[in-house]
């Protein structure tokens, strides 16, 4: 990932957007916390609110694919298709990994 | 240190566009570090809250030009926290802008809840320029009229998909709406974060006077602690806790039932507020049935064996009487103890008409004779206190006993002029009335025709707590010594056992009127014949039953003295077996009701069977449920309530054997 592209997308200064990533990755990652243990208990309702939070968020920074997979999730999980977000739910994870690293080697 | 220069420099300038103090409301933490970042820049003064209810807790202290709310958030969203803003004073010039990720699926009219602009969410440097645009706008705001029309839609994803989730949630809502239970939402702190019409209408204030108030806040003062105890509870176990026993909420009584709540966002509690005001009362009414029942019987049965102890000092009181010459000076202490006997047995007759089992001699009475002789009488005893009396010509007779009716008269009297201490009029009324006449009560009187007497004074009158415990036994508003507080308590005992009703109005310093209802009698009244007769020596064989032997032996003295030959019998079964012996020699039986094994009741029906021709004269503490009126219906010669004294008994014997 390219924080100087995105920043300058976002029409933003790295710094602030470091820091907004920074916050996101912190977010995102409690409320994929609550996502996970939520699929367990086949709470399809809190699957559905947490995938509407993160695809939000996502796509105030333009993190699209991020978002996009957020809002496979958000679909599926509102007709209660659990079974199908395994796929989207890995890249969401993959994709926060990518920008975790990259902060991390940023500081 | 440039950055502060810079600052300087605008507010110096002086112009226009100046340093703002904005609120920014929103529940992402990502679009908060953005606003501020964004805005700081800019020179503004910026303070963030994550919730409706941390905004309003904020606002208390801030008072921004600018706020940016989200419009959906947990804890009190944007739309009920612009209503809430508008009503603050000190906000109503505030701009307010709605952040909104759904405006575009849905057009949303945010003039409606009054705020100033709506810009939709979309990626930050979209966002960014509208956020500035709209600021640009602040300053114009009473210049320049804008359609209302939301910034930014053209920029956003297009997220159809939330259309779903809207109707999802206004379905919901609908459901909310129309539940018939109060439902709120409040945080583990206690404040108020939603409610539903109808908790809004049972708490009767408005939405935005409640929504961020204290939960434990709206009761009573001395209810707070019994809210504010099973939050605690809740917080510790989160499980569903009822409080029982009612609350008072806005002068309704309600239940509450909390429900924990929690997800990964937040935790809040339900609550259920359901409206018991009309089981309580019920329940209140059930409960004083069964308290007049329970304490009725109770009495009854301390009147019954506090009787028979008065009897055994009456007889032994008469028989010492007739042997002690009346110059000796226990002759006057005798007559003490024999008066005393009778304030006691006086005590014992208000219990037994309040438990309704002193009812034995039902006869058709004149109720205006009755109200005319009592009234009368009373009136010589109470100087200062005018009575008017307005008897209707045509009453119907009722079917009563006159004894407790008198009692009734009296009780209500006295109770009238107590609260006169300083006089006044008392108005007696009589007048017939029809069932259906009788209306809007607690109760549904029985079909048919009334006698109604009313008794009104001019008096203290009463408040309505004491009006609720009135006919409460030993309830008394009078000091210690002076009421004994069973009078109306008596009253209210005869009247029911009469199959009448007896109704109370008062109010404080206007008085206090009663209401008697008396059911109608189609058989016409007959005149009253008082027997008197003296003492003079008796001839004849009388067997006298009762199971108690102290009793048995004062009253076979007694009659012993009245000149009578006795037989005693110890029980039912005996007092048979002896009459079947000497059924010749016996003139009369004097008969004991309430005895182990056989009552008095079967021992009469045994009694007629051998002779037809017996003659008994019942004597009881007090008759169960009218047992002695029922014997006395089977033909049955007389009844004598214990405690009797020696004329009394020889006046019942004589009028028998006549």
């Not at chain 1, 920074?22 to 609550?34: D, G, P, Q």
């Not at chain 2, 008085?511 to 008082?530: D, I, M, W």
């Amino acid at each position: 990932m390219n924080l100087k592209e995105l920043a300058n997308r976002l029409e933003i200064g790295e710094e602030e957007c470091l820091e907004l990533l920074n916050l996101f990755i912190k977010t995102a990652a409690s409320e994929l916390r609550n996502l996970e243990s939520a699929l367990e208990k086949k709470d399809a309702p809190v699957v559905e609110r947490m995938a509407h939070s993160i695809k939000g968020a996502a796509g105030i920074l333009r993190l699209q694919e991020i978002h996009d997979a957020a809002k496979k999730i958000e679909t599926a999980a509102r007709t209660n298709r659990l079974e199908e977000i395994e796929v989207d739910l890995r890249i969401i994870k993959e994709k926060l990994e990518m920008i975790a690293e990259a902060l991390k080697r940023r500081s | 240190m440039e950055e502060d220069i810079w600052n300087f420099l605008i507010v110096f300038k002086g112009g226009e566009m100046m340093k703002k103090k904005i609120l920014v409301v929103d529940n992402h933490p990502v679009v908060l570090k953005f606003m501020t970042q964004l805005l700081e820049k800019e020179a503004h003064q910026v303070l963030t809250a994550e919730d409706g209810l941390s905004a309003l807790e904020i606002l208390k202290m801030y008072t921004p030009d600018v706020i940016f709310i989200d419009l959906i958030m947990p804890h009190i969203g944007g739309e009920k926290l612009c209503q809430i803003i508008r009503k603050i004073p000190a906000l109503k010039e505030a701009y307010l802008i709605i952040l909104s990720a759904i405006a575009a699926e849905q057009e949303i009219d945010y003039t409606s809840f009054g705020a100033d602009a709506c810009i939709a969410k979309g990626s930050l440097d979209k966002m960014a320029k509208h956020v500035l645009a709209a600021l640009e706008q602040v300053d114009q705001k009473n210049g320049v009229l804008h359609p209302p029309k939301t910034i930014g839609i053209e920029d956003v994803y297009a997220r159809n998909i939330t259309t779903e989730l809207l109707s999802v949630k206004k379905h919901f809502e609908v459901i909310l709406n129309s539940m018939a239970e109060g439902i709120l939402e409040i945080t583990p702190e206690g404040k108020l974060v939603y409610a539903n019409p109808k908790a809004i209408s049972l708490i009767n204030r408005t939405e935005d006077q409640l929504l961020s108030s204290d939960f434990a806040n709206l009761f009573l003062e001395s209810d707070r602690q019994r809210i504010k105890d099973p939050l605690m509870e809740i917080h510790r176990t989160s499980q569903p806790i009822a409080v029982n026993g009612p609350l008072t909420l806005n002068g309704k009584q309600v239940s509450l039932h909390l429900l924990p709540v929690m997800d990964e966002m937040q935790r809040s509690i339900i609550v259920i507020l359901t409206d018991v005001s009309e089981k309580k009362r019920m329940e209140a009414q059930l409960i004083q049935a069964q308290k007049m029942e329970a304490i009725g019987t109770l009495a009854g049965g301390i009147a019954h064996d506090f009787n028979n102890l008065l009897m055994v000092i009456q007889g032994n009181v008469s028989l010492m009487l007739l042997d002690v010459n009346p110059a000796y000076p226990h002759f006057e202490m005798l007559r003490t103890i024999e008066k005393q006997v009778q304030s006691g047995s006086k005590l014992t007759s208000q219990l037994l008409g309040y438990a309704r089992k002193g009812r034995y001699e039902l006869r058709p009475i004149h109720l205006n004779q009755l109200v005319a002789d009592t009234s009368e009488a009373f009136g010589r005893t109470r100087k200062n206190i005018t009575i008017h009396r307005d008897l209707a010509g045509n009453l119907f007779a009722c079917e009563a006993d006159q004894g407790q009716i008198e009692q009734v008269l009296m009780n209500l009297f006295v109770n009238s002029a107590d609260a006169m201490p300083e006089g006044g009029d008392l108005f007696l009324k009589t007048a017939n009335v029809n069932f259906k006449e009788i209306k809007g009560r607690g109760y549904l009187p029985n079909p048919g025709d009334y006698i109604l007497l009313t008794v009104t004074d001019t008096g203290v009158g009463m408040d309505s707590k004491t009006i609720d415990r009135i006919f409460d036994p030993f309830f008394t508003t009078k000091e210690l010594g002076r009421g004994t507080g069973l009078g109306l308590a008596s009253t209210y005992g005869i009247v029911k056992g009469h199959g009448g009703y007896i109704e109370v109005e008062s109010e404080k310093g206007r008085g206090s009127t009663f209401k008697v209802y008396l059911p109608a009698s189609g058989k016409p009244a007959q005149q009253t014949v008082r027997p008197s007769a003296p003492i003079s020596k008796a001839i004849g064989t009388v067997l006298l039953v009762d199971d108690e032997e102290v009793i048995l032996d004062v009253s076979e003295k007694v009659l012993k003295v009245l000149g009578y030959k006795v037989l005693v019998a110890r029980s039912g079964a005996e007092a048979i077996e002896i009459f079947k012996k000497h059924q010749d020699s016996i003139d009369l039986v004097l008969l004991d009701i309430i005895m182990p094994h056989m009552g008095g009741g079967e021992v009469y029906d045994r009694l007629k069977e051998i002779s037809p021709e017996v003659k008994v004269l019942l004597s009881s503490g007090y008759s169960i449920d009218g047992e002695a009126s029922k014997i006395m219906a089977r033909g049955c010669n007389g009844f004598i309530q214990k405690p009797f004294d020696i004329m009394q008994l020889s006046q019942s014997i004589r009028a028998i054997l006549r």
